[in-house]
């Protein structure tokens, strides 16, 4: 069975740091993309960073870039989100979802016409201010 488990939320203060994990099994992981998502309380899903082993590529949104960092342990089978200078605005539940057509599109897997090919459940991450 493929399954991706995300694990490492909780509560942090601003400006703390936290680090998320993704351990995926059930498929051959080098040939994936890894994406993290998040959703807040009343917002939609929206794209935060993604990783692709196949061309070592990292692409990350706007909001979160120079306080996160994406990286993969391809002999774990597991992606990591570390998240420094957090803000209450990060405060969110985090996913990862895995496609094998890559990165590039990965801010659309949040469309129903784009759904990657996995999600994982959620890991809540609450920041306090």
């Known amino acids: 069975d493929v399954q991706l488990q995300a694990s490492g939320g909780g509560l942090v203060q601003a400006g703390g740091s936290l680090r998320l994990s993704c351990a995926a099994s059930?498929?051959?992981?080098?040939?994936?993309?890894i994406g993290w998502f998040r959703q807040a309380p009343g917002k939609e899903r929206e794209g935060v960073s993604c990783?692709?082993?196949?061309?070592?590529?990292?692409y990350y949104a706007d909001s979160v870039k120079g306080r996160f960092t994406i990286s993969s342990d391809n002999a774990k089978n597991t992606v990591y989100l570390q998240m420094n200078s957090l803000k209450p605005e990060d405060t969110a539940v985090y996913y990862c979802?895995?496609?094998?057509?890559?990165?590039?599109?990965?801010?659309?897997?949040?469309?129903?016409?784009?759904?990657?090919?996995?999600w994982g459940q959620g890991t809540l991450v609450t920041v306090s201010s």
């Open positions: 990783i692709s082993s196949s061309d070592v590529t990292t």
């Open positions: 979802a895995a496609d094998s057509t890559g990165c590039r599109n990965y801010l659309y897997w949040v469309l129903p016409a784009q759904d990657p090919d996995y």
């Open positions: 059930g498929f051959t992981f080098d040939d994936y993309a």
